[in-house]
């Protein structure tokens, strides 16, 4: 029933070719546990499908129960205007068991980031209206609880393990008719 | 089961408990645009559940003057340390005594299970149902299509919220 309203922008953090045959769009929280165990499994995705795949991630902060999510998005929004997103993404996931302002900071300084700029950054909200759009957006699109996926714009109900996430790819990969000339959107 | 209410029709008034001591009647709401959330217990272990995701869209709600209600057969204690612990800024309505009688007046009661079932109700100022949604039960269904309906719903004259 829900569909993906905002396709894949140029506002977007993005793996992969922007004309590739499938896109796959994930909401995610930092502080949820059940990310936090499907970040390997994106990794492995990625790694089998290659340029076969664009991947999108966007922030979707339960900020009620994981009052340490919208920080950590912020967080990464600040690495990502240095060029590190994708770097602050997988430590921030991969420190989820111990996430604390204290962790966000350490992580930062281990990718040379400048603390008491991000302390700033946070402070001041700079990056807190393009995580709260990609919430809202989120919203709109019919995202129900994290990590919620979008296989060609489709939700995906159910598990969200490498081998569902693949084989949601490929069924979504095998309905592209061969003969359709791909235009890149972005 | 039977089929859940539809557009058009009168909305049953109710009068339940919302916390221990605090009861709620429908008809105090009138004039008002209303969402009503039946779901089938407090305590869903994920994350992002659908009360959770509702208290967080809760200004996008307000904003289109739009007040919203949660309804289980949960008893006022238990909804009340279900409501605390998530921080919910929303009224979670009792159904109780007799049990699942709001639901089952909206032909959301799911027998078999004696629970609510997940169907949406968005009420208009004059209390009619104007748009209502039912989910298999399994499946969360997010704030997308309250939202929808509410914006094709007339623009409020008065900005009140």
Request: aromatic share 10%; glycine share 8%; proline share 7%.
């Amino acid at each position: 029933m829900s569909e993906l309203r905002f396709p894949i922008n140029e506002y977007d953090h993005v793996i992969g070719p922007s004309d590739a045959p499938v896109t796959l769009v994930e909401y995610g929280d930092y502080q949820c546990p059940h990310c936090q165990a499907a970040w390997p499994e994106v990794e492995l995705v990625l790694r089998h499908f290659g340029r076969g795949l664009c991947y999108a991630y966007r922030h979707f902060p339960i900020s009620t129960v994981h009052p340490l999510a919208k920080p950590a998005a912020e967080a990464a929004e600040f690495a990502g205007a240095h060029g590190l997103f994708w770097e602050m993404h997988s430590a921030i996931y991969a420190n989820g068991h111990q996430l604390s302002a204290t962790t966000l900071f350490a992580l930062a300084a281990q990718l040379g980031l400048d603390a008491a700029e991000l302390r700033n950054a946070l402070e001041q909200g700079t990056y807190a209206a393009k995580v709260e759009a990609d919430f809202l957006g989120g919203i709109r699109s019919g995202v129900n609880g994290t990590p919620c996926f979008f296989v060609n714009g489709e939700r995906l109900d159910g598990a969200y393990d490498a081998m569902a996430l693949s084989s949601a790819i490929e069924t979504a990969a095998n309905d592209v008719p061969s003969n359709v000339v791909r235009i890149p959107v972005a | 089961m039977g089929e859940i209410l539809q557009p058009g029709a009168k909305a049953p008034d109710f009068t339940a408990p919302v916390t221990p001591d605090q009861k709620l009647s429908l008809n105090d709401l009138k004039g008002r645009r209303v969402i009503l959330a039946f779901y089938p217990a407090d305590w869903s272990p994920v994350c992002g559940d659908q009360m959770s995701l509702y208290n967080m869209v809760l200004p996008e709600f307000r904003k289109h003057g739009a007040e919203l209600l949660g309804i289980s057969v949960d008893g006022a204690w238990c909804h009340q340390a279900y409501a605390r612990a998530n921080q919910f800024h929303f009224p979670l309505i009792a159904d109780f005594h007799p049990k699942g009688e709001i639901a089952k007046s909206y032909g959301a009661y799911r027998d078999s299970e004696g629970v609510a079932e997940r169907a949406l109700f968005i009420l208009d100022e004059t209390g009619h149902v104007i748009w209502s949604y039912l989910s298999p039960m399994a499946v969360n269904p997010g704030a997308d299509g309250i939202l929808d309906a509410l914006e094709r719903m007339p623009r409020l004259e008065t900005t009140d919220v």
